[in-house]
């Protein structure tokens, strides 16, 4: 029996209120040699069958010894907690003795053991995570099976399953693949990306559609992460680790009895600092990639009776700034389109730098500068970079309550997190001093209230409600800077303005300190979802070796969405605003493409003698609106009408605050799944899981564009066994995943453009909109073998056939799209984006006695994927050719923990497969890493 099974039956015979009592020497006995056997130091190696049988007789005497106890006292005796056993072969000192075959999850909210649940299941545990400090969301997953990070920034990055999920997730809508921690749902993707996670006992995954159980229902699977609890067992760790790039991580973790059997709490506090591995140039102290985390999380466990205990936690994590964006190597553009026509590279960073503007500067040049990172290889060059700022905090309220052979749980949370993006164009030039960033401000509110009945029987059961209800404020914010308008300008623009002083000067203000709430795909978003559901979920044991498992969810939806894009402020050159965008006021004046003066009335007029005073000089008589004006020459007008037209190209749409047509609907949700026990070491199922997820409220352009909720269809037969005398496991599924309506960006009918120009053309645009057909099939194989001395070995691996189905409305990659391409293509048949046909994971765990009561130690984890497109538009410049990346740890320590140092290597082989492509840019990868981790008992 375990250590904290143990633990736990010990406390809850000690906290009765209404019978006090209290073991007998006999259980007491039993308890204190099971613990050894479970969790103590071995004396020496055993058999497999002939732990498991000790264990087994531990098990049932201390069980028969609390059952007399409590028969004589007239108390219900607790349903027993789940075993685990010892490992296989087991060498002295052994870190963990838990037999591989009793390795047990929580992510059907009851703990059970991996082999006997009919899913496609993967688990790493805590203490795996940490001998090799894999710390973040990117390194957990390379630890999972068939599971993809795919890295952006802080907002954009996002979990793929079975190789469905990479398309970056817009603010209104859901993630595909679910994250919960501790028994809360993140309903927002960005949740996962900036935290350390710390103190972690196990992560789950798993795969298929899920809600009928616990929590948001989600369309491709969930990541069930448990941080270790309050225990009344005093414990203080800590780790220092210390590495290249000025790393330091330091973490601690303490808790135990505040007052003995009654309250106890427990600590986990990370700091994390150091640089990126990429240098801007403008200013050397910025690096890309940097590290600045500091978070903290506080627990505490209220035990006044056997049948109730409550549980507090608090997390914050301050607001601090990580250089992430622009962390791109510029290449050259190429000069041929797919069809064989000539790129004249109008718009191209190479035409616009050769201007005199910016060759002025003359110890800046494109070739060497802004090309292949620059002079050293390794570098951005950035004028106003900013650091991502992102921030969070986090309440919950656990509450369980053991009633008639059931458990009543309660789940109360709150969580908010805030993220800012400043961004740059990578240049010393003053173009942007904000190249496009949200700003967000979300928060999510849940409470959950779920029953469960005890296992065993005919049928066991669990049932709850949900209830989740989603704020967020998000704000896409651009500003211009004094170089701006020479860079936007055409080239015809650029040369005729770039000829006197006055259409230099116009040419500045046209767009300097302009700053808007800007149109991508809203400026200003209100959004506002809402969820109810109830859900249930049954084992019915028909016989003993066959189960059936069915699950139904209903959820009903209530999401809004309110936006505008509006201008902030007018900037330098306010009296060169148009006279109106799709009905907003900008007070502009009215005149054509050569400058000459349309229908305006005196107002207007004398904003445009007040141009001709400002940039030529020309005396104005206000008696005499629009004469100044009027005096100007044909050039000078016309340079004014340039000047205008370069800030009106950039204001781009603006619109009044509208509301997009609101989502509301219900959605069911259900699983059916039939398993077979062949023999107490094979076990196979079937399942079949059924999820939607809710529609999106957006607007696109001003005017309401709802997308339909995504469908999901999810296959499973897989066999579950124990082999070689239980030193392998082997679990393996075959799986098909089928979409409908599977939520992308996709290329829309742009009404908004279509109705401006009314000239019997259809123009089309980018937005998040739907898929009509998606597949997904394939094998997955997940094991751990304990078979050789001193070693344990994991593995997963997977072959994943990811494909649009039907999809003929797709964005036209940047080589396709060329003078007279079609508005969209299609990807009917071909690989999503980020789907690697073959993916892998190995790791590796070697202990040995050494010195006495010292241990010596390996570890090592190594990722692979194959080669996958990373272009959402599958431009053939984006194919990503297959690599692998490797974690090692190497150290020392004794065996009681007390201390233990490690030599930690990053990417131990310096892959440089860049994480993402396009036709002229390239995101390098993470640079090898090493640092030394010292950890140790306080």
């Known amino acids: 029996m375990s250590q904290n099974n143990i633990k736990r039956a010990a406390q809850a015979a000690r906290h009765n209120k209404t019978v006090q009592f209290r073991l007998t020497p006999f259980a007491a006995a039993v308890a204190a040699v099971a613990f050894l056997a479970a969790g103590g130091v071995q004396a020496q190696e055993k058999s497999a069958s002939e732990l498991q049988a000790e264990v087994t007789r531990l098990q049932q005497a201390l069980e028969k010894a609390q059952q007399d106890l409590n028969k004589k006292q007239g108390v219900a005796a607790p349903a027993p907690a789940p075993v685990a056993a010892p490992v296989a072969t087991v060498a002295p000192a052994a870190e963990e003795n838990v037999a591989l075959d009793a390795v047990v999850i929580r992510s059907r909210n009851r703990i059970e053991k991996l082999q006997d649940v009919p899913l496609s299941v993967s688990v790493v545990t805590g203490k795996e995570l940490d001998r090799t400090g894999a710390d973040d969301i990117k390194a957990i997953t390379q630890r999972l099976g068939n599971v993809s990070w795919n890295q952006g920034n802080q907002r954009t990055s996002s979990l793929s399953i079975r190789g469905i999920g990479k398309q970056s997730q817009t603010e209104a809508q859901d993630p595909s693949v679910g994250v919960i921690v501790d028994g809360v749902n993140f309903a927002y993707n960005a949740l996962t990306s900036s935290f350390n996670y710390h103190d972690v006992e196990a992560v789950e995954v798993t795969r298929g559609p899920q809600g009928t159980l616990l929590g948001k229902n989600t369309s491709l699977g969930v990541i069930n992460i448990s941080t270790r609890k309050p225990s009344f067992t005093p414990s203080a760790d800590y780790s220092l680790t210390l590495g290249q790039r000025d790393r330091v991580i330091g973490k601690l973790a303490a808790g135990g009895p505040i007052v003995e059997d009654l309250l106890a709490w427990r600590g986990a506090f990370v700091v994390d600092k150091g640089r990126g591995d990429m240098i801007n140039a403008d200013n050397r102290d910025q690096s890309y990639q940097n590290i600045d985390r500091v978070s903290g999380r506080v627990q505490f466990l209220l035990t006044p009776t056997a049948d109730f205990n409550a549980r507090l936690a608090l997390e914050m994590q301050p607001r601090a700034g990580e250089y992430t964006n622009g962390r791109t190597i510029n290449t050259p553009t190429p000069t041929v389109y797919s069809n064989g026509t000539t790129n004249t590279l109008g718009t191209d960073a190479k035409t616009r730098l050769s201007r005199g503007w910016f060759t002025q500067q003359g110890n800046y040049t494109y070739e060497k500068d802004y090309l292949y990172g620059g002079r050293n290889g390794n570098s951005v060059n950035a004028d106003t970079a900013r650091p991502l700022v992102t921030g969070s905090r986090g309440a919950s309220l656990e509450l369980n309550w053991n009633v008639a052979d059931h458990t009543l749980t309660s789940i109360t949370a709150y969580k908010d997190y805030h993220f800012n993006a400043v961004n740059d164009e990578g240049t010393p030039f003053d173009i942007h001093r904000n190249s496009g960033g949200f700003w967000n401000d979300y928060s999510q509110r849940s409470q959950e209230l779920r029953i469960s009945s005890k296992a065993g029987g005919f049928v066991d059961y669990q049932a709850g409600l949900y209830l989740i209800n989603v704020s967020n404020s998000s704000e896409y914010q651009r500003e211009w800077g004094n170089d701006a308008g020479a860079w936007f300008a055409n080239n015809g623009q650029y040369g005729r303005l770039s000829a006197t002083a006055a259409g230099q000067v116009l040419m500045q203000n046209s767009l300097d300190r302009l700053t808007m709430a800007y149109n991508s795909p809203t400026g200003l978003q209100s959004i506002k979802n809402k969820s109810g559901a109830i859900f249930a979920q049954a084992n019915w044991h028909l016989t003993e070796p066959l189960t059936l498992t069915t699950g139904i969810r209903l959820t009903r939806e209530d999401r809004t969405n309110t936006g505008s894009s509006f201008v902030r402020d007018y900037g330098n050159g306010a009296e060169l605003n148009p006279v109106a965008v799709n009905g907003v006021q900008l007070g502009g004046f009215a005149s054509n493409s050569q400058g000459v003066l349309g229908t305006n009335n005196a107002t207007q007029l004398s904003l445009a003698d007040k141009v001709a005073n400002k940039y030529f000089g020309v005396a ?238 390996a570890s090592f984890n190594t990722a692979y994927y194959s080669r996958f497109n990373s272009d959402n538009s599958l431009s053939t410049y984006g194919w990503i050719s297959d690599y692998s990346t490797t974690d090692l740890a190497i150290g020392i320590g004794r065996t009681d923990k007390s201390y233990d140092v490690s030599l930690l290597v990053k990417n131990a082989f310096a892959d440089d497969t860049p994480l993402s492509k396009s036709w002229n840019s390239y995101n390098p990868a993470t640079q090898r890493w090493f640092g030394v981790m010292f950890t140790g008992k306080l």
């Not at 053309?761 to 057909?773: E, L």
């Not at 940047?814 to 048949?829: I, K, V």
């Open 620 to 857: 104005v008589d206000p008696g005499n609106p629009g004469a100044a004006y009027n005096s100007l020459t044909a050039d000078q007008k016309r340079q004014v009408s340039d000047a205008k037209a370069i800030r009106a190209s950039q204001m781009g749409v603006l619109f009044n605050q509208t509301r997009a047509e609101s989502y509301r609907d219900t959605q069911p949700a259900f699983v059916v799944s039939p398993s077979y026990k062949f023999n107490p070491n094979q076990t196979g199922y079937f399942s079949w899981q059924y999820g939607e997820k809710a529609g999106i409220s957006q607007l696109t352009n001003g005017l309401s564009n709802l997308v339909k909720p995504e469908k999901t269809n999810s296959f499973e037969l897989g066999l579950k066994s124990a082999l070689l005398d239980k030193t392998l496991i082997l679990n393996t599924a075959l799986y098909l995943t089928k979409i409908r309506d599977y939520q992308q960006s996709v290329r829309v009918l742009d009404q908004y453009t279509t109705g401006l120009n009314a000239d019997g053309t259809n123009y089309y645009t980018s937005a998040t909109g739907n898929v009509a057909k998606v597949e997904a099939k394939g094998i997955e194989v997940d094991g751990v073998y304990g078979g050789i001395r001193n070693v344990t070995l994991r593995f997963a691996g997977s072959y994943n056939d990811a494909r649009y189905k039907d999809f003929k409305n797709a964005a036209l990659a940047n080589e396709d799209n060329y003078s007279g391409a079609p508005a969209y293509t299609d990807f009917t048949g071909k690989t999503l984006p980020g789907a690697s046909k073959w993916a892998f994971n190995f790791g590796g765990d070697y202990r040995k006695p050494v010195l006495g009561d010292k241990e010596f130690h």
